[in-house]
């Protein structure tokens, strides 16, 4: 066993020392909406709430739990992941697939135009306009549900196009040129060669897009007309707001922020539950698909 100089024994504490303390400022916050949710009002109130519950009590997960809009926002929010995710990763791919073929026409200029738009965005409000008028060729279409609009408009990410297209570039052409020879179409080609063999860029990709769809806010709250229709991160907001504004009545037992820590909690639980079956993918999907020899 090869015995560790003075130098690299201070790197590897120092570098286990940062680590552990970066993790913990990592970690903290969501510790505290848990103990912050979970503790009495006159406790939070009084600043006692600082890594544990204090006078525990379970009312603002049973307030949460009764609401019935809060479930409708919960549903609007795994239908918005659900669909995005998989609309989103679809085009990705295909996209990905055409830009990783060298005998593709203007091959060159595309990748350039999907580089140019991490280089320089339109803004917000020609992407805002973009938006509505694609809200209005849905209502010409009879689709009043705006959840299709967050789902289908935002459909498409230029990094991901590109860590899946490295990915691909780097299956070995040879593979592929033995697949042609026995009779391999394109569709084959991308559905039995590509895909079983890039697996780990497409996990990661697709978690890239579930956590954006997940914690999407902004063009969710700026497009979505009915108050029935809002994922969970805009009802959070909204109700954050009303809490705020007013008070909740002094016999609770618990304070209003503790209700906005517990719905808080609340949205975490299905990104924690899938992260760990993920994130074996993780690394490795972004080795692949982020570097290029």
Known sequence: ????????????????????????????????????????????????????????????????????????????????????????????????????????????????????????????????????ATQNVFGMLGITDDKWLVVIAMGMMAFNVILLRNAFEGIPGEIEEAAIVDGATETQLLTRVYIPMSKSAIATVGLFFAISRWNGYFWARAMTRNANEWPLQVFIRDQMEQILAQDLPVETSYAPNSLIYAMIVCAIIPIIVIYPYIQKYFAKGVNVGGVKE
């Open 1 to 132: 066993m090869k015995r560790l100089d003075i130098t690299e024994i201070l790197f590897k504490a120092l570098s286990y020392t940062f680590l552990t303390i970066f993790a913990i400022f990592c970690l903290y916050p969501f510790v505290y909406a848990i103990s912050a949710s979970l503790s009495g009002r006159s406790a939070y109130y009084m600043g006692e709430v600082v890594l544990f519950p204090v006078d525990l009590q379970f009312d603002a997960f049973h307030e949460i739990i009764m609401s019935k809009r809060f479930w409708i926002s919960y549903a609007n929010t795994l239908f918005v992941t659900f669909y995005g995710t998989i609309w989103a990763l679809g085009t990705s791919v295909l996209g990905a697939y055409a830009l990783s073929k060298r005998r593709l026409i203007f091959k060159r200029a595309f990748n350039f135009f999907l580089v140019f738009t991490m280089w320089f965005s339109a803004g917000l409000v020609p992407q805002f306009l973009n938006y509505k």
